[in-house]
């Protein structure tokens, strides 16, 4: 049966009104006696007597909307708007309970991708790169609607290049540490010469049930095609060995094409997107990135207090080693040093050893993550 959506207002949430038809209205007809029954009027009706006439009024209401609904059926029409019920006294005892409004053609709203909740979405950050000027993919954007699985590759366009489309092989880890790989899948672009170019999403083989359990991908670029001609690349990919909350933190405080931490030993420096530049380059010559941004101010060389703190089991102990090096730390981090101590403490009272997760936050830190 066709639904028939109805509302007194003049529009519907989440639907748009493409088209409009006439004002109608249907009406029961009471028979000349069914007021006597009552009394003489509507207005004369006592109080002891409203019950029992709201009653039947409200049974002849929900007819006459029925046959209303019923009527709207009929028609090419599906939605009705401005709709109105009333009792009507005409002359002669006759009254009548009366439903009207206008019939419409209502269409629900285009709503995105990403606006569904019924979309099984997983983003996942590429754990390989090339260390050269050519597109780098950063993320992979799984999705589906319940009809099969599509992807979308986000890159980074370093070099603003106009990259007209990209054919690479995706592989996937999911949680159980197996591995799945698409061949050579063709990445086009709705929109080039961006900084961030984001894919058109491709169906893919992957069954939708998977996307949640993926953890973990590697994109190695075949090929890409750019105005002046079709390009590959000649290296090696480079994988990313980092724990999945570290590399998160990166991303998230360095950019989503990150893919190291900077360091620098005064003859080459190690830039966030992990090309190493010669230590008189104020600037990345991959990514653009200013060792003067990435350049840390923290003058405390935290990582043999980092190796005394792994040799311990307890976080208690390991506030014991933060203590011995505490007067040498800056004064800007001492504060939430301890307040890691203080919550790893909390933590550990009820869900056993911290030592893990404490020292991560405390390396995190000092990483500037
Ligand atoms: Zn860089």
Redesign the pocket.
Known sequence: MKEVLITSGTSFEGYDIVGYGTYKFTQTILNSNFLKDFGTSIADIATDRRDIYQEKIDEILNETINNFTDMVRETKYNAVVGFRTGVEEYTNNVTAVVASGTLVNIKEQYKSEFDKSSFIRNEIYVRNYYDLLVPRASKVVLASEGKGTKISVWFNNYNNDDIKALKAELQFTNIYGDNITLPDVDFTFDKTNLKLLKSDYVECKLPDKYIKMISSVKVYIKKYVKASGVYEIDADSIGIEMSDVKFKALKLKKGIDAVANYKSDGLVWT???G?VNEGGAEE?V??G?KQDEMKNSITFNYEPMLEEMKTKEYVIEIKDVLMKYIKDIDTGMRMQLLEIMESGLNYEKSRGSMKDSVIEKVENLFLGL
């Open positions: 830039c966030n997107c090309h990345c991959i990514c990135r």
